[in-house]
């Protein structure tokens, strides 16, 4: 089985930083794509960065400037780099993996349980 598992996550101050891992652990052959995901409470899930296995990445408008993500393809793990934290950043985030290629189920996507980012005096 693939498990993704997120760590980094945690209480800090506003303009703060935060430096988010996530680890994709079992038999993979391949992935098309690794991101982060955001849920705030009473809010939809969202998309933060994404990143694809050739490094190209994408990221929403709210966070240009101030997150990066990044990839480590031999450790099957990605990163996401936060700075200048705002309250509003304050949400549960999801680590996915997309095409992710196992000889048990083919082609499939996987979500991590989430980390508990907090930014807050």
């Known amino acids: 089985q693939v498990q993704l598992v997120e760590s980094g996550g945690g209480l800090v101050q506003p303009g703060g930083s935060l430096r988010l891992s996530c680890a994709a652990s079992?038999?993979?052959?391949?992935?098309?794509?690794m991101g982060w995901y955001r849920q705030a409470p009473g809010k939809q899930r969202e998309l933060v960065a994404a990143?694809?296995?050739?490094?190209?990445?994408n990221y929403a408008d709210f966070v240009k400037g101030r997150f990066t993500i990044a990839r480590d393809n031999a450790k099957n793990t990605v990163y996401l780099q936060m700075n200048s934290l705002k309250p509003e950043d304050t949400a549960v985030y999801y680590c996915?993996?997309?095409?992710?290629?196992?000889?048990?189920?083919?082609?499939?996507?996987?979500w991590g349980q989430g980390t508990q980012v907090t930014v807050s005096s």
């Open positions: 996915n993996a997309g095409g992710v290629v196992t000889i048990s189920r083919g082609r499939a996507d996987y």
């Open positions: 079992g038999t993979i052959f391949s992935m098309s794509g």
């Open positions: 990143i694809t296995s050739s490094g190209s990445t």
